[in-house]
Structures are given as C-alpha cells and as structure tokens.
C-alpha cells in the first residue's frame, strides 16, 4: 500500500474532496467540483490505478489509499463516482466509512428548491430540478438536466438519468434506474431496483426489479431471473 506519511490536509477556505471511481461519471463530478467555488477536488482514487501519483495537484491511486486519507485528512468529504446503482451500494459497504465522510455535491446551475432535501453521497448535476418538498435519498444521482418535480420521493442508490422527468408525486424506491428522457406521470411508484428503458412513459406502477420500457411502459423482463 503507498505511503501516504508525508501528506498534510491543505490550508484552505474550500471543502476538499476525495472521489471514488475514475470512470466517465467520475468525469462528470470532477467537472462539477472544477465548476464550484467552495469545492477542491484533492483525490481520485480506482484499482485502475496501481500506485499512488500525483497530476495538476490532485492525487490519483488504488481505493486502499482511502484508509490512510481518512487517518491523515479526516476532515476530507467523500463521494462515489460511480453511475451503476449495485456497484455504488457495494462500495459503500467495502468503504464501511460513517455517513459524516460523505458531501453532497450540488451543481452551481442546478435549481434546488429550499424546501427539498437531499442526502449525503448525493450529487446533483448542471441544469437538474428538484422541486417544493423533493425529497433525495443517500447516494443517488441526479444526472444532467433530469427534473423531480414537488413531492417526489427518490430513495437512495437511485439514478435519475439524464433528461428523465418525474412529475409531481412519484416515488421511487432504492435503487431504481430511470433512463436517459424517460416521463414518469404523477402519484406512480418506481419499484426497488428496478430499471426504466430511456424514453418510456410510465403511466402505472412498476413492481420490484423489474425492466419496463415504452410508451406506455410495460413490464418486460425480472432482473431477479437474470434480466439487466
């Protein structure tokens, strides 16, 4: 594992950041950080990377790094940068770091109604919505452009792909993935880890894991008997 003695948290005004994954939603985040005035993206860490260097003043490694950042820059925030549901689940539960380490990343041209809330790991990016009384759960994504109109619950490890749209009133459950331009209308229940085909409309209510796609959107595959 490298060495990481030497490192000193930065003397800064800015909330630094350490990102997990190093794939094109990972892309997008740094973007978002570069893009913030209170944010500074000080490490990108993925076992893509087999030892630690160090490129215009950010730190890339392997994920092993985290433990040793944590000890030397406890006061570093934590996101996962990482667009598939399952695999964001399970690396929170390998990173096993309390809920305090983690930011919640707001894009500077997002629309973010005071009322909503949103949870820790959660990133919101350029040009998103989230209406009145919107509530996000823990490490979800609300990807580029995506609209959550007032009331919708989304709970955690859920994505909101870009362009989708929840209308007033919807629920979806953990770990849902609503795709790209996907029109979800008032009052419908998402079903846990369940997929969205990009496009569909989805006039009624979508069990657990299940694929639906179309317009109006149908039930087509159980992701529980081998369907992505």
Same mark, same amino acid.
């Given at each position: 594992?490298?060495?990481?003695?030497?490192?000193?948290?930065?003397?800064?005004?800015?909330?630094?950041?350490?990102?997990?994954?190093?794939?094109?939603?990972?892309?997008?985040?740094?973007?978002?950080?570069?893009?913030?005035?209170?944010?500074?993206?000080?490490?990108?860490?993925?076992?893509?990377?087999?030892?630690?260097?160090?490129?215009?003043?950010?730190?890339?490694?392997?994920?092993?790094?985290?433990?040793?950042?944590?000890?030397?820059?406890?006061?570093?925030?934590?996101?996962?940068?990482?667009?598939?549901?399952?695999?964001?689940?399970?690396?929170?539960?390998?990173?096993?770091?309390?809920?305090?380490?983690?930011?919640?990343?707001?894009? $500077?041209?997002?629309?973010?109604?005071?009322? #909503? !809330? =949103? &949870?820790? *790991?959660?990133? %919101?990016?350029?040009?998103?919505?989230? /209406?009145?009384?919107?509530?996000?759960?823990?490490?979800?994504?609300?990807?580029?452009?995506?609209?959550?109109?007032?009331?919708?619950?989304?709970?955690?490890?859920?994505?909101?792909?870009?362009?989708?749209?929840?209308?007033?009133?919807?629920?979806?459950?953990?770990?849902?993935?609503?795709?790209?331009?996907?029109?979800?209308? $008032?009052?419908?229940?998402?079903?846990?880890? #369940? !997929? =969205? &085909?990009? *496009?569909?409309? %989805?006039?009624?209510?979508?069990?657990? /894991?299940?694929?639906?796609?179309?317009?109006?959107?149908?039930?087509?595959?159980?992701?529980?008997?081998?369907?992505?």
């Amino acid at each position: 594992m490298p060495q990481l003695k030497n490192l000193k948290e930065p003397i800064c005004k800015k909330q630094t950041i350490g990102l997990i994954g190093a794939g094109g939603h990972s892309k997008v985040i740094q973007d978002l950080i570069f893009a913030h005035a209170d944010f500074s993206l000080y490490a990108v860490l993925d076992d893509h990377f087999e030892e630690a260097v160090t490129q215009s003043g950010i730190l890339y490694g392997p994920i092993s790094m985290s433990e040793q950042l944590r000890e030397t820059m406890p006061h570093m925030k934590w996101l996962i940068a990482i667009g598939q549901n399952e695999i964001r689940q399970l690396m929170k539960e390998r990173l096993s770091f309390e809920d305090t380490a983690y930011a919640t990343l707001i894009h $500077p041209e997002a629309v973010m109604s005071p009322s #909503s !809330v =949103i &949870g820790r *790991g959660t990133v %919101v990016m350029a040009r998103a919505v989230v /209406q009145a009384d919107a509530a996000i759960g823990e490490h979800t994504i609300i990807n580029t452009g995506s609209i959550a109109e007032h009331d919708c619950i989304l709970e955690s490890f859920v994505h909101l792909s870009p362009g989708a749209v929840l209308t007033g009133g919807v629920s979806v459950r953990e770990g849902a993935h609503i795709g790209a331009g996907a029109v979800v209308t $008032p009052g419908i229940t998402i079903g846990s880890w #369940s !997929v =969205i &085909g990009a *496009g569909a409309a %989805v006039t009624r209510d979508i069990h657990d /894991q299940k694929v639906a796609v179309g317009i109006p959107a149908i039930e087509i595959k159980d992701r529980r008997e081998g369907g992505k």
